[in-house]
């Protein structure tokens, strides 16, 4: 795409011009908190014992040249995404099937599972849900007709601890400060100009979702009357905590909603559950402080990796929150909704749970339209099992040529790496004939992203490339669960896009270039293509 | 004061409410901005040679405490100093007689004088003057009489460069912020309160004195016709960096003025004057850019101390500003006018200058009530001269005795340490009985501030000791200079009080408490008294 059409994208600079860019990239994102704590291999604890120490978050020089029509599409399907993803979560049933399908393999996804049943046995005393989705996609052309539209390619939708929303906002704005500066040489294209600059609200957006839960959960329960709050669970130590602060500071100034930060680990410590109130409202206790708050909303920004739940104590500290009255974001099934396995069931060719999920929400309409666009952003996904589809997958997976289109990818949350094109037969082969272990892999369609140049900054370092940029588009969500007779029905009391990130990684190791993985936040210049 | 009156302040932590203040601290000031890039002694260049590492600004954990009657004292005589100094610099007659006799003792005054004469000579071509002024007081208590109200004290009075008014507003925020979030443990005086910690606009103000001034000064008058900016002339390298952008964003992005940052020793290289223009305007060439700016105003947050003149072409740099129509904030004179000996002249006991200055502005009309408020914030200051002033002088710093309550300090701009109390006696015999040399010093009346504790977060160290606070009201002032037979008097365009800043830095070298000179910004807690 960009580098075929617009070849002189980004524009060279000369070391006056990069100069002028990079200082005020680097004073910009300080001044505005786009910054992110250094890791330790930038800058080590012994210099920096009390962590006060701040760095430009990893950022592109230069918005990243996207197709509007992609842009619009994807921003235009989050509600229709947001109401499928609230559909499955509320479909305990057929949630189970699969659970219990991929259980054998993945016993982190089992252990979640098991949290629900016990909350179900005790019964759910909040039947609200709040979603903060961030849904992410590639562009993708199709290799063998050069003249087609792009198109965007889901890559996955994320249903617990969607990052970089606290950022996303700001690098669209310093993109748009750098333009106001003129720190954008200009060009004969003039591709860099306000109007393709499009307004991001992820900041505004998100924590309006939260503070609508908060909201929605309504007074407090418990007695003596205690101030209500939402709780952030985080990872500690959390490098990324501007991001979060970010959304904080937008309850704390603009809704004047007290926030607090609970490190996962500290959950047992810090919080109770007020067992004398039949709906068990969660107590939060500062240690800071004498008072206590009753906690509206838990907002996962941690528990969703395996490595997080080391022990027993981990998965109580769960448990202890799922069956509280604090409306969970996301609820344990919520959570189980974004595993990769219910991805590839719905991007299974000839799958129609697409329209079954869409027509439990009674919000939409014309079902059929929005099942057809978010299917059209479906990559082809097999299972590799005994199914007609994992029969076809098997035969593409083995086979040297037709693999090339393909990428295998494991099943289980936060397990191992993908494995790429005509490395997959020789991989599953390494696996034996052990149907289990095929089990634990996805075969998915290649998304073939258009290639695109930009030039990364990151812990002081400047490196230009070629890049490959995903698109997330964020959304959110509050519904109520159903109940009795209309138990797989939900209510959807707000929903709506709420802004979007653009993260550009290196496309690959280069001399010189951007190093895969050089990963870094950017923003959209939309495209007309 | 508090030391006494309220002992018990700051509240003393436990270690979890120390955690989450200071957590908090570090996090919100990154978040806002309120930050400086490291000095090469806590991060060496090696770490992060690209300088895009920030830390907290040096700060204090807790707002001091501070006398209500001191701080609305301290406001609401700056529009009465802002015109003071207006005045002075308006009478270049008697800048010339004190310039003319400190011009021996003091090299760097006599150059400044001298780039004033070769532009009069040539002709003034901008008869506007922009002052960002900061009159910077200590609390004072008659330690003869401990009853007495505390009073104000003037330390200084800064006509160029006062820095640290795009952090000090933060710095109140940051405050109100850990009190809104419990960051304060409560106390039973509850002396931290809303309602005393004042808001703070110097951020807003003193942009809106830069954007008065780029509207006085009108449309472009070179050809082709430019777009308008705003000049910062700065040093460079530069840590307190945020402080200025805090100024510099603000202009952009609510008054939608450009500005640009010139290192003080490029202004030949990147500036010109249009001498094809009678007025000679300012001409900015961004070196990244082909197009340039007429420059409206230029903004010095360098150019004030010696050493930054190390040879003719910076005296040229300075001279060639001057020239020009810009308007300068500050000009020439009215850099002059900021200097010590102005001061200690003014606050020479029996001198009539005050009401004489301050009649010369139009906008005062109770010149006597307004002079005898700011006569009132002075600490006696005595030349040590042949006048009856200064033979008194001699005989109080000579004194083994009553030199305790004063102390001597250099009259030479940035040059050398001051000598406090009984040290004086022995410094001045060592001076010997050379004239010159005893002239190139004034003694000032010790202001006695109160004891007070405070815990300074610094470079990621805290230290918890005895402090001293010092009091900083920014001022700005726009005038016309007076011509012709009106040549002594200033037309006041603009006049308003511009925010404040409380600067904390520790009382002596303590084993384990806040070293002398562990300096940092401090916010106002107010209490009755």
């Not at 198109?151 to 969607?162: D, G, L, M, P």
């Not at 009357?225 to 991001?243: A, G, K, T, W």
């Not at 979060?244 to 930060?261: C, D, K, M, V, Y």
Request: charged content about 20%.
């Amino acid at each position: 795409m960009a580098a075929t059409i617009y070849p002189d994208y980004p524009p060279a600079l000369t070391s006056d011009q990069s100069g002028y860019l990079l200082s005020n990239l680097k004073d910009w994102s300080i001044l505005n908190g786009l910054a992110v704590r250094p890791s330790p291999a930038f800058v080590s604890r012994e210099i920096d014992p009390s962590g006060s120490l701040a760095v430009t978050a990893p950022l592109t020089l230069f918005p990243s040249l996207f197709p509007r029509v992609c842009f619009d599409e994807a921003r235009a399907i989050q509600t229709g995404y947001n109401e499928l993803y609230a559909a499955i979560a509320g479909d305990e049933t057929w949630l189970k099937e699969i659970v219990e399908e991929i259980a054998q393999v993945d016993e982190f996804i089992a252990k979640l599972w098991q949290v629900h049943l016990a909350v179900k046995r005790e019964g759910y005393t909040q039947d609200l849900s709040l979603g903060l989705f961030r849904s992410d996609y590639m562009v993708h052309r199709d290799p063998l007709n050069s003249a087609a539209e792009p198109q965007i390619r889901q890559v996955e939708f994320n249903t617990i601890a969607s990052s970089f929303g606290g950022l996303a906002a700001k690098v669209s704005a310093l993109h748009r400060h750098l333009l106001q500066i003129q720190a954008f040489p200009p060009t004969q294209l003039d591709l860099i100009t306000a109007n393709n600059l499009p307004d991001n609200l992820s900041v505004q957006s998100l924590s309006r979702g939260l503070a609508t839960a908060h909201k929605a959960y309504g007074n407090c329960v418990s007695e003596p009357n205690r101030p209500l709050c939402i709780l952030f669970i985080v990872q500690s130590p959390e490098n990324n905590i501007f991001d979060q602060h970010a959304l904080s500071n937008e309850l704390w100034t603009n809704h004047g909603i007290p926030t607090f930060r609970v490190a996962y680990g500290n959950i047992l410590r810090h919080t109770s559950v007020a067992h004398s109130f039949p709906t068990r409202p969660l107590i939060y206790s500062p240690p800071n402080l004498p008072s206590s708050y009753e906690v509206t909303t838990c907002y996962f920004r941690a528990g969703y990796s395996p490595a997080e739940y080391p022990d027993d104590t981990a998965w109580s500290a769960r448990l202890h929150l799922e069956r509280s009255a604090a409306i969970k974001c996301p609820s344990i099934l919520t959570h189980l909704a974004g595993s990769k396995k219910i991805q590839q069931i719905l991007a299974t060719p000839s799958s129609t749970y697409l329209e079954r999920f869409l027509a439990r929400s009674r919000a939409i309409s014309d079902t059929t339209a929005v099942a057809s666009r978010i299917r059209a952003t479906f990559a082809a996904m097999y299972p590799l099992d005994s199914s007609p589809a994992g029969r076809h997958a098997a035969s593409l997976a083995t086979s040297p040529h037709e693999s090339a289109a393909y990428v295998l990818k494991p099943q289980r949350e936060g397990g191992g790496n993908n494995i790429y094109g005509t490395k997959i037969p020789a991989f599953l082969k390494s696996l034996g004939d052990d149907e289990l272990k095929w089990k634990g892999y996805v075969l998915m369609e290649l998304i073939e992203p258009p290639s695109l140049r930009n030039t990364i900054f990151r812990n002081g370092e400047v490196k230009s490339g070629e890049v490959i940029g995903e698109l997330g588009v964020y959304g959110v969500c509050l519904w109520r669960n159903g109940k009795d007779k209309h138990k797989d029905k939900v209510e959807i009391l707000e929903n709506f896009e709420a802004g979007h990130l653009l993260r550009t990684k290196g496309r690959e190791s280069e001399e010189g270039g951007v190093a895969a993985g050089f990963g870094s936040v950017d923003s959209v210049c939309l495209i007309e293509i």
